[in-house]
C-alpha cells in the first residue's frame, strides 16, 4: 500500500498517510487469533501499541480471523 500510494489517501482533504506497521500488527493479531481461536489477543495487540485508532482494524480482523479458523476446523460426527 505505501508503495501504491506513497502520499497517501486524500478524503475530504485531509491526507491520510499509509504506516507499514499497522499492518504488521493487525496481521500478527489475525494470527494469533487465527490459531489461538481467542478474541483476547485482539485486546492485546490494542494495549501493546497504546493506540485507539488501531482497535477498530484490529478487532475486525481478529473477528474474520476467528471466524474462517473455525469454519475450516474439522468437525467430529457422532457414531463414526
Known amino acids: 500500500m505505501a ?3 506513497p502520499d497517501g489517501f486524500n478524503m475530504d482533504g485531509q491526507v491520510y498517510h499509509i504506516v507499514p506497521g499497522v499492518y ?10 487465527g490459531v489461538t481461536h481467542t478474541i483476547s489477543t ?3 495487540m490494542m494495549e501493546l501499541t497504546g493506540q ?3 482497535g477498530l482494524p484490529i478487532l475486525i480482523s ?9 469454519s475450516l476446523q474439522l468437525q467430529d460426527t457422532p457414531g463414526e
Open 62 to 70: 481478529v473477528i474474520l480471523a476467528n471466524m474462517v479458523s473455525q
Open 3 to 5: 508503495t501504491l500510494f
Open 24 to 33: 504488521a500488527v493487525v496481521g500478527a493479531a489475525a494470527l494469533t487469533a
Open 52 to 54: 485507539i485508532s488501531y
Open 42 to 44: 485482539g485486546v492485546i
